[in-house]
Each structure stands twice: as C-alpha cells, then as structure tokens.
C-alpha cells in the first residue's frame, strides 16, 4: 500500500481533529457513504481513500498514468465529448492505456494555458477513430454538447487524431493545476517544454495529491 501525507487537519475545540476538507474532496471522489447505501459500484470508486488516522492518501498498489493534450480550441469538446486523443504515432501508447484501464489514471493537459486537469479514468476500450470527425473545425457545437451535421457539398474531413479514448471524471471537477506546480513530477526532454506523457506510480500519486490540496485550498 502506497502512503501519501497530506496537509494536516485542523484540530476542533476539544483537541479531536474535524474532518478536513482534503478528505471530504478525497471522499467526494470515491462516492460518499449515501452514495454507497445507495448502491453504488466498487468499480465507480477510485483507487485511493483517504486514511484520517494518518492524514494520508492511501493508493492501490499499480497505478499508472498517462498524459493526454488538448488546447484553447479542442478542451472543451475533450472533456463535453468524454474523449481523449492521439495522432495515429501514439497509437500504440493509447493500446497500452486501453489494455491496463483499470490501473491508469488519465490526465489532460492543456497546452495554450500550460495546465494540467483531472481526474480521469477510460470509462471504455480504445478505437482508431471512435469518432472520425472529433476535434474537427466548427464540428461540436458547446451549446448541443453533440456533434452537428456537415453540410452536403462540404465534407467535413477526417481527425488528426485517430487514437481516441473515451473518458469519464473520477469525482467531481478539480481546479486545474499550473506547469509550475507540477513541473517536479514530470519528466522533461532535456531543456525543452516537452515532457513524457506516460506516468509511473509516483508520478500519479504526486499529480493525485496536488489536484487534492489544490481543492482543499480553493473552499
């Protein structure tokens, strides 16, 4: 079991420690106990809990992550649509992803703003394309959150990018996390701006308890 330590919580009146608000995202995201009586999957929980006689996160064993990119043009259609993509040159990475979803937390990272966003996990299997016409000028309209029709005479084209992997959030929304932030977790191409999109168990249980203090620090 992989034990990460969070930010300590604040003791109440009679010395007892409350219950801090980095454990009541941790257990937003995991589904709360009403959640639970109610009948809800283990499946839908994350894999990780939030342990308060350590104030720590604890995260399942084998965890992996993966990096996926989008911009000021194509972020919105990423998460509304609930897909991730690749060139077709990254098709074998996505392959890999799709083969281990059960273990791999999925990130998006947003190259205009330099931010990283999360959390999330494959909610399916891979395809080459599962949408032919994502990510494609004037093609998802925000408003409709669905794709709209391409006028006859005017074909709208074939995606860039052909490796696709449909997505869900695990928990809710979580504020967005700068380079500057996170730069220490990633592994850069030297000099560059350019890090590797796919992520050891360390990474992702860094990138999983930054996201958690951020949102902790934004109540």
């Known amino acids: 079991v992989s034990l990460v330590r969070a930010p300590p ?25 009403a959640g639970s009586a109610a009948g809800s ?9 939030w342990d308060a006689l350590s104030s720590r996160l604890i995260f399942r064993p084998g965890l992996k992550g993966a990096v996926f990119g989008a911009t000021r043009q194509t972020f919105s259609e990423c ?13 074998e990475m996505v392959r890999q992803v799709s083969a281990a979803r059960e273990d791999t ?20 299997p891979a395809g080459f394309p599962l949408h032919p016409r994502a990510w494609l000028p004037g093609v998802w309209s925000d408003k409709l959150q669905a794709e709209t029709e391409p ?7 074939v995606t860039m990018f052909l490796a696709q992997l449909p997505v869900e ?14 730069r220490s977790l990633m592994e850069y191409e030297g000099s560059s701006n350019k890090f590797g999109l796919t992520l050891g168990g360390r990474q992702v ?15």
């Open 9 to 33: 919580t604040t003791g109440s009146a009679t010395g007892s420690p409350t219950r801090s608000a980095t454990a009541s995202v941790v257990e937003s995201s995991a589904g709360s106990a």
């Open 151 to 157: 006028p006859r005479n005017k074909p709208s084209g």
């Open 41 to 49: 999957s283990a499946e839908s929980a994350p894999p990780w809990r």
């Open 169 to 182: 959030r695990i928990g809710p929304p979580l504020p967005a996390l700068s380079e500057r932030g996170f």
């Open 79 to 91: 998460v509304g649509r609930g897909l991730f993509g690749l060139p077709k040159s990254r098709s």
């Open 205 to 219: 249980e860094g990138l999983v308890t930054l996201f958690v203090e951020a949102a902790r620090a934004s109540r």
């Open 105 to 124: 937390i999925l990130f998006l990272f947003n190259f205009s703003t330099r931010e990283m966003h999360g959390i999330f996990k494959a909610s399916g």
